[in-house]
């Protein structure tokens, strides 16, 4: 290794050897073990960016247990990438926009990967995309990327960075659509004071897979929504992981999904509490139909012992519109501290109220509009929380295309 390489690993070290108590100094050599102070959990995995510390999963990993792992085989095993997608970037005036290599995006916060294909992604990618918004900065516009595959054929690796500096305010749009067996690693690194609004819309064809990572580093007295809408694919699993830079940062995180006969649609959160007087709010809803139609949410809040003071609740909500298809929902709490605000979690898996749509048809409305009315709601709350009348337009729209799929 020359100069400028151990000078460039020694500043990796120092830089991350500062971040929070969850994350620690990670070498770029192919051979070093990631280590972490973070408690040693079955549900989140020490993260690294060494790719030999994620092994090939066989199934009986709990963090595994529930993806059909023959559908995403050659992302997991991190076959080169095939094919191309096509990408359509909106950015306001004022975003920068380069491209970066691992290492220094690391340098600039880049959370660590924490399963197999967020690894692959990242050390896959052939860069890092960055897209940076200017501190005390307010952002009218929102930043949209489009991300489209024209067969399922296409194996692409994405990874992204998108910095929001301290007091600006920005909305990004990340959306996914077309065939591809695609696997991403994304990063948002929200500075001091700054508030965004994040939305992520995987409305792939019925033959696409994804599989990456989200994740979030929420500054000192920041705030952070983020929304997540998967309305299609084979199979698509989503993880996300936030921590806290500082203390009285927010973050809400909000999601809806479809699941429709054969698709396996899987969301996995972490959001670990460690710094104090910090805020989170997770509520993720979805609806089934179909045989074989299988979602799963595994949400887990863990909550340091520095971290006194700290509100925090997570939710998730599942409507099953027909026989056969299938819902788990595990939440978690993992608490190091009595000094707290408040900390909870909920689940709920059932048919549609019989009551609600007794009281629609009865004032007549057919059976069909009945039902899609009653699931329009279900969503319309989630995506009401947006805040970006644009957005939330889009959305609609797309929520709307998905009920005229499911319900006919």
Not at 171 to 182: D, E
Not at 240 to 251: D, F, H, I, T
Not at 327 to 350: C, F, M, R, Y
């Amino acid at each position: 290794m020359n100069a400028i390489e151990n000078n460039l690993q020694e500043a990796v070290e120092t830089v991350e050897s500062h971040r929070s108590l969850r994350s620690d100094a990670q070498s770029t050599g192919d051979s070093e073990q990631a280590r972490s102070p973070q408690p040693q959990s079955h549900l989140h995995p020490t993260p690294s960016f060494n790719l030999a510390d994620h092994p090939v999963p066989n199934g009986h990993e709990e963090i595994w247990r529930f993806t059909p792992l023959r559908r995403l085989q050659d992302l997991l095993d991190g076959e080169d990438a095939e094919g191309e997608l096509d990408y359509k970037i909106d950015a306001p005036v004022g975003v920068s926009v380069s491209e970066l290599s691992l290492a220094e995006a690391r340098l600039l916060g880049a959370l660590a990967p924490e399963d197999r294909t967020s690894a692959v992604a990242a050390n896959k990618a052939e860069h890092v995309m960055r897209f940076d918004f200017a501190a005390n900065t307010r952002f009218e516009q929102p930043l949209i990327i489009d991300i489209t595959g024209e067969s399922a054929a296409t194996r692409a690796y994405d990874s992204y960075l998108f910095t929001v500096g301290a007091n600006a305010e920005a909305a990004i749009m990340l959306r996914m659509n077309g065939s591809a067996r695609y696997s991403d690693f994304i990063t948002l690194v929200a500075g001091d004071g700054a508030k965004v609004n994040f939305v992520i819309i995987s409305d792939w064809a019925e033959d696409a897979v994804q599989a990456g990572q989200f994740g979030i580093s929420v500054g000192r007295d920041a705030h952070v929504k983020t929304v997540v809408a998967t309305l299609g694919g084979s199979l698509v699993r989503l993880s996300s992981v936030a921590e806290y830079k500082g203390p009285g940062g927010q973050l809400e995180q909000y999601g809806v999904y479809f699941a429709d006969a054969g698709q396996h649609v899987e969301h996995r959160l972490f959001v670990d509490h460690n710094q104090p007087s910090t805020y989170s709010r997770v509520d993720y809803r979805g609806a089934l139909q179909g045989d074989g139609a299988h979602a799963v949410w595994v949400g887990d809040v863990l909550i340091r012992k520095v971290a006194e003071g700290i509100d925090t609740y997570e939710s998730n909500k599942n409507l099953l519109l027909t026989d056969g298809c299938r819902a788990d929902s595990v939440p978690n709490l993992e608490i190091e501290t009595g000094e707290i605000q408040g900390a909870g979690h909920s689940s709920s898996t059932g048919r549609f109220d019989d009551e609600q749509l007794f009281y629609l048809r009865s004032r007549g409305i057919p059976e069909k509009e009945a039902r899609k009315l009653v699931v329009h709601g279900f969503f319309a709350d989630i995506i009401h929380r947006i805040g970006i009348p644009q957005v939330e337009e889009r959305l609609l729209a797309e929520i709307e295309k998905e009920l005229a799929l499911v319900l006919g």
